[in-house]
């Protein structure tokens, strides 16, 4: 696929649930993405030709989740200098725990950009705040965005103020 802004990789297809949060974001926001299943240890030959191959297409940013001794992430900021967004996948033995600190505590002068435990949506968002520095349209959207998040948060501080604890609580329940 030509014109690729944003690329979605992930080790292993057992983190796509996680990771569809971050290509649902790209998708809402018009981003162009391609999303791919790469290891850093399975597959380490693909990925870093598909790595190249970004970098000669002009992806400007991608997107990579891993669980466990999570080196996807970090392995592909060293080849491509552009920003890497960094998902720690949780873990069945650690719970993330592993996932984060192998992503995050990346050597001085080779960052990946890293959100929290199974933040997909999160990457997806920085993603485009990083995009929106060069692009008004784009900026214009996260705006729009942020301004539609905050009147839901204070509909439901009304909704609760008339509601009450009890009640309110009920409805979220069912
Ligand atoms: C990592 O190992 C993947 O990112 C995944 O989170 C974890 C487990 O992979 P599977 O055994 O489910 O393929 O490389």
Same mark, same amino acid.
């Given at each position: 696929?030509?014109?690729?802004?944003?690329?979605?990789?992930?080790?292993?297809?057992?983190?796509?649930?996680?990771?569809? !949060? %971050?290509?649902?974001?790209?998708?809402?926001?018009? /981003?162009? @993405?391609?999303?791919?299943? +790469?290891?850093?240890?399975?597959?380490?030959?693909?990925?870093?030709?598909?790595?190249?191959?970004?970098?000669?297409?002009?992806?400007?940013? /991608?997107?990579?989740? %891993? !669980?466990?001794?999570?080196? +996807?992430?970090?392995?592909?900021?060293?080849?491509?200098?552009? =920003?890497?967004?960094?998902?720690?996948?949780?873990?069945?033995?650690?719970?993330?725990?592993?996932?984060?600190?192998?992503?995050?505590?990346?050597? =001085?002068? /080779? =960052?990946?950009?890293?959100?929290?435990? @199974?933040? %997909?949506?999160? %990457?997806? +968002?920085?993603?485009?705040?990083?995009?929106?520095?060069? @692009?008004?349209?784009?900026?214009?959207?996260?705006?729009?965005?942020?301004?539609?998040? $905050?009147?839901?948060?204070?509909?439901?501080?009304?909704?609760? #103020?008339?509601?009450?604890?009890? $009640?309110?609580? $009920? /409805?979220? #329940?069912?």
């Amino acid at each position: 696929m030509k014109n690729v802004i944003v690329s979605v990789l992930m080790g292993s297809d057992s983190d796509l649930e996680v990771m569809k !949060g %971050a290509v649902d974001v790209l998708n809402n926001f018009g /981003i162009k @993405n391609e999303v791919l299943v +790469l290891s850093a240890h399975r597959t380490f030959e693909a990925t870093r030709e598909y790595v190249m191959s970004s970098i000669a297409r002009g992806t400007k940013v /991608i997107i990579a989740g %891993a !669980g466990g001794s999570a080196h +996807l992430p970090g392995v592909i900021a060293a080849m491509f200098p552009l =920003p890497v967004i960094g998902i720690p996948i949780k873990s069945k033995s650690l719970e993330g725990l592993d996932s984060l600190l192998s992503i995050v505590q990346m050597p =001085p002068g /080779i =960052p990946v950009a890293t959100v929290g435990i @199974n933040s %997909a949506k999160n %990457a997806g +968002l920085l993603a485009v705040q990083i995009l929106s520095t060069s @692009n008004k349209e784009l900026e214009k959207k996260l705006n729009d965005f942020r301004s539609k998040q $905050k009147d839901t948060v204070l509909e439901k501080t009304e909704k609760l #103020k008339t509601l009450g604890v009890e $009640k309110y609580l $009920k /409805i979220l #329940k069912k």
